[in-house]
């Protein structure tokens, strides 16, 4: 009765996350000694997201094609295993992406300058 019951699907967070530190970045954007803070937390969130869910996904597809063909018994623990890892993996790639990525594309944009 005064049990804590957690969430069948613990993922959920991903999104609410990533939609936080965008919403930051549009904030910070408007504040000019900020826009690049901005740029790296709206590109950085969102390539780590949306690598997050290809390579998690292409885990799961590529298991479960390859799975259907094996007759192991543990295999869908491992699947779930290897997708976990993906999530992290994934989120990992994806942000290290977008900081390089961004930091190309903002290489020639100046920051605030101030004459004398």
């Given at each position: 009765?005064?049990?804590?019951?957690?969430?069948?699907?613990?993922?959920?967070?991903?999104?609410?996350?990533?939609?936080?530190?965008?919403?930051?970045?549009?904030?910070?954007?408007?504040?000019?000694?900020?826009?690049?803070?901005?740029?790296?937390?709206?590109?950085?969130?969102?390539?780590?997201?949306?690598?997050?869910?290809?390579?998690?996904?292409?885990v799961l597809y590529?298991?479960?094609?390859?799975?259907?063909?094996?007759?192991?018994?543990?295999?869908?623990?491992?699947?779930?295993?290897?997708?976990?890892?993906?999530?992290?993996?994934?989120?990992?790639?994806?942000?290290?992406?977008?900081?390089?990525?961004?930091?190309?594309?903002?290489?020639?944009?100046?920051?605030?300058?101030?004459?004398?």
């Open positions: 009765m005064g049990q804590l019951q957690l969430p069948k699907v613990p993922f959920f967070f991903i999104v609410p996350v990533w939609f936080f530190f965008a919403l930051s970045g549009v904030v910070l954007l408007f504040f000019p000694r900020h826009r690049r803070m901005g740029l790296y937390a709206i590109s950085v969130s969102t390539t780590a997201t949306l690598t997050s869910f290809l390579v998690s996904t292409a590529i298991g479960a094609r390859i799975g259907t063909r094996l007759n192991i018994k543990w295999f869908g623990v491992a699947l779930i295993a290897a997708y976990l890892l993906a999530i992290g993996l994934g989120a990992a790639m994806g942000a290290i992406a977008g900081f390089f990525l961004t930091r190309c594309l903002t290489k020639g944009l100046n920051g605030p300058t101030t004459r004398v």
